[in-house]
């Protein structure tokens, strides 16, 4: 059954409005609160980011689980809910382990408590999982057989979803807040002004998924996003804080972001094709060459990220629910506002890694300087006679 959740200084303010542009202001104020928010945390830094990612993870989680415990009236399972929230936990001690060996390794190396959990990371993470999955099985019980596999496979597709793919946000995060902040902002700002165009101009269904999404709000979004992305690319590619990559520096015992901006974040001098020379009267423009990577990013969450909220409104039509949840009046749960999101964080990752990151010295060096003196010794006898063959050395 469905309640309406507005809040009730809401619901007086626009009383007197219909249904359809009632909607519309509740979903326009929230908008706008979400965005101060996302503004706020953004000026706190990378630390608070990471905490807002994974309090989003466990809300997104706590959001499927209840409908699958719902829906499959799940009431009497025995462990169910506790072995669910256990499989969460074992694997975000996982992947966060492996960020932060990967990301913060001299910080590792250093304290002797954490260099014991790196060392044995894996098999510790492969035992507590073990752990849970001994605890399912002797859970199970003759009469609920098909149902407790149905929600052990429930579990397992959600920590998919959900888990891996902030495990993602926060890698991007950690590469520069640039790439966490624009491709987020993509995706929101193609969501408001798809919902724009459609609300003013749609005429034409574009998925029966969605029925009130419009090939007028799909097509007008995405010119929004891409000018959008170059705007905002531009104006956070001058700043080093959004730029640089966060690394823990030895000499404070901090975490900082500062560095020399790589190529990608300076200015450069770009022809223009003689086809738009006569339209715009330029024949060179001066732009970051990150502006170009927006484009794709921009590109992907207007094209192709508003397919993850088709599979979301799917999976709700699959439940007949409306939504995930009822957390933010006018626009449902949490689930509801990063269906998208996700997907765009897998991208993103899979385009840096393609693209954009190549082998890091640094990272190389702090390994190298973890071997035992012998190790060290071959490696540099190595790396001399590879450079005296190619006349280097």
């Known amino acids: 059954p469905t309640s309406d959740d507005t809040p009730e200084v809401l619901n007086r303010a626009l009383s007197n409005l219909s249904s359809r542009w009632k909607n519309w202001w509740v979903r326009g104020i929230l908008t706008l609160a979400m965005i101060t928010f996302f503004f706020i945390i953004i000026y706190l830094g ?98 609920h057989y098909r149902l407790q596999f149905y929600m052990f496979g429930w579990t397992h597709v959600t920590l998919l979803i959900v888990v891996t793919q902030s495990h993602l946000i926060i890698h991007n995060l950690f590469e520069g807040m640039i790439w966490f902040i624009v491709p987020i902002s993509c995706v929101i700002c193609n969501d408001i002004m798809a919902y724009m165009f459609g609300f003013f101009f749609g005429r034409t269904p574009l998925i029966k998924l969605s029925p009130k999404k419009t090939w007028e709000g799909f097509i007008g979004g995405f010119f929004a996003t891409v000018l959008f992305g170059l705007l905002l690319s531009y104006v956070m590619s001058g700043y080093r804080c959004f730029t640089c990559p966060v690394e823990f520096n030895n000499d404070t015992n901090s975490f900082t972001v500062d560095c020399e901006p790589s190529e990608l974040f300076q200015l450069q001098e770009y022809n223009i094709p003689v086809v738009l020379q006569s339209v715009v009267g330029w024949k060179t423009v001066r732009m970051y060459p990150f502006q170009i990577h927006s484009i794709a990013l921009s590109t992907f969450a207007s094209l192709i990220g508003p397919f993850g909220g088709f599979f979301a409104s799917g999976f709700k039509r699959a439940f007949k629910i409306k939504d995930f949840a009822n957390t933010i009046p006018g626009h449902g749960g949490i689930m509801d506002r990063f269906d998208c999101q996700y997907l765009m964080a897998t991208f993103v990752n899979v385009y840096i890694a393609s693209f954009i990151r190549g082998p890091n010295p640094s990272k190389l060096i702090q390994q190298f300087l973890t071997l035992r003196p012998d190790q060290q010794l071959h490696i540099f006898n190595t790396l001399k006679a590879h450079l005296v063959d190619k006349g280097i050395l």
Do not use: A
């Open 46 to 143: 990378p630390m608070v980011l990471m905490t807002i990612v994974m309090c989003v993870q466990i809300k997104c989680f706590h959001e499927i689980i209840t409908i699958g415990y719902n829906v499959y009236h799940s009431y009497d399972l025995p462990w169910f809910r506790t072995l669910s929230w256990y499989f969460l936990l074992c694997v975000n001690y996982f992947f966060y382990g492996e960020t932060v060996t990967d990301y913060f390794f001299t910080l590792v190396q250093r304290e002797e408590p954490l260099r014991i959990l790196s060392k044995y990371h894996r098999f510790i993470s492969f035992t507590l999982y073990l752990t849970g999955f001994c605890m399912f099985v002797l859970s199970l019980v003759k009469k």
